[in-house]
């Protein structure tokens, strides 16, 4: 119980798009909270314009992080029949964009990534920090023209100051 409470304490909540995995859904990608994001979460206006969200997931000194995968529930589209579109998508840190997760394709053009798993990269933080999560239209759109898109991020916290099983 106080395991699962000081992981709810150590992530600081903003939006309602991050939460713990329920007991139950932990099997599957041993995770122990997820991200999701919607296309409605981004809103640059300039084409061919990265986007970066860090005010979702703040990490605690003393805590480590593996992005455990990323599952993608509807594919990423600006409706838009005319190029190919992308909308590819990075988790990293402050330090690093793509530390728990490279490039990875969610357009709905063909070449979309349904399951990637994570780096496996584990990071141990001395200090506190953030997850990033970085957007990049292709050079002909906006993210704000998306109309369509959710992705779900997974990740594994781990408090330093506990011994590991």
């Known amino acids: 119980m106080f395991v699962i409470i000081a992981l709810l304490l150590a992530v600081n909540v903003w939006a309602a798009s991050v939460r713990p995995v329920p007991e139950q859904g932990k099997g599957e990608y041993d995770a122990t909270h997820v991200v999701e994001l919607t296309y409605e979460d981004w809103s640059e206006t ?49 330090g690093t964009n793509n530390a728990f997760l490279t490039s990875t394709e969610l357009n709905s053009d063909g070449t979309e990534v349904w399951l990637k798993y994570g780096t496996s990269a584990q990071q141990l933080y001395t200090s506190a920090d953030y997850v990033s999560f970085t957007l990049t239209p292709n050079e002909e759109e906006s993210l704000s023209e998306l109309t369509a898109g959710k992705v779900r991020v997974y990740f594994r916290l781990r408090d330093a100051d506990r011994e590991f099983e």
């Open 46 to 94: 300039s084409t061919n314009t990265e986007e970066t969200i860090t005010d979702l997931f703040v990490l605690e000194a003393k805590q480590g992080v593996e992005c455990v995968a990323m599952y993608l529930v509807e594919a990423f589209s600006t409706g838009n029949t005319n190029y190919t579109g992308s909308s590819a998508l990075m988790v990293g840190d402050s």
